[in-house]
């Protein structure tokens, strides 16, 4: 296991596509977060699951989005009908509950053409 | 609202020079904060976090409740040291980031 680990990490797609996402968190990790990042921000949070539950969403986080964590170790997120203003660097990254440090991924650059 | 701002998007630097990267919060409680730092090509990463009190790679970062600060320090910078750092406050099970500031070594 060396990681947190993102796919795909690259998407282009037209406006109007759904695409989705996929996390692999580090293997004993029952937290999970994701994260966006736009050109010359920090990374802002979206959503984050304990185990298999979505303990909380971000106002981010519009209908459009969804998240998945179906048995506990991988997530998908999805976007409906894209927009260019979703263009950004998604970011997953996972932690142990209690233990507040944060293990990143490489990210996901979705562009929407 | 729980905070961070990082008032400097570009610190540049010489070799051997002291550095200081500024980081501001506001949070009502005891918090908990963080400097996560991106190299290039590379994933964000945890640099240092205030609880541990210690020096990584020669950075230290000391929290002052009364000014609000976590600011990040050095006393002789090296090359290897450029990088994007982001400061972040644990709030509520979630990671606040600032925007970050770019640090540039010269030689």
């Known amino acids: 296991d060396t990681g947190v680990s993102q796919d795909p990490r690259h998407k282009i797609t037209k406006r109007g596509q759904n695409v989705t996402f996929r996390c692999d968190p580090i293997s004993e990790h029952n937290r999970l977060y994701w994260y966006r990042q736009t050109l010359g921000q920090g990374p802002e949070f979206l959503t984050y699951f304990q185990n298999e539950a979505q303990l909380e969403k971000s106002r981010l986080l519009s209908d459009r989005f969804s998240a998945e964590r179906p048995k506990g170790s991988f997530s998908t997120l999805e976007i409906q009908r894209t927009e260019q203003g979703d263009s950004a660097m998604y970011l997953c990254?996972?932690?142990?509950?209690?233990?507040?440090?944060?293990?990143f991924g490489p990210g996901t650059r979705l562009t929407v053409l | 609202a729980q905070r961070v701002t990082q008032p400097e998007k570009l610190l540049s630097v010489f070799k051997g020079a002291p550095v200081e990267l500024k980081c501001n919060y506001s949070y009502s409680g005891s918090p908990e904060l963080f400097w996560y730092v991106q190299y290039s090509r590379q994933r964000l990463q945890l640099l240092l976090r205030h609880i541990s009190r210690e020096s990584i790679k020669g950075f230290t970062a000391d929290l002052n409740k009364g000014e609000t600060s976590f600011h990040l320090k050095k006393p002789f910078a090296q090359e290897e040291d450029s990088a994007m750092y982001y400061c972040a406050l644990h709030n509520t099970d979630k990671l606040i980031f600032g925007t970050g500031t770019r640090l540039q070594v010269f030689p």
């Open positions: 990254a996972s932690s142990l509950t209690n233990y507040n440090e944060q293990f």
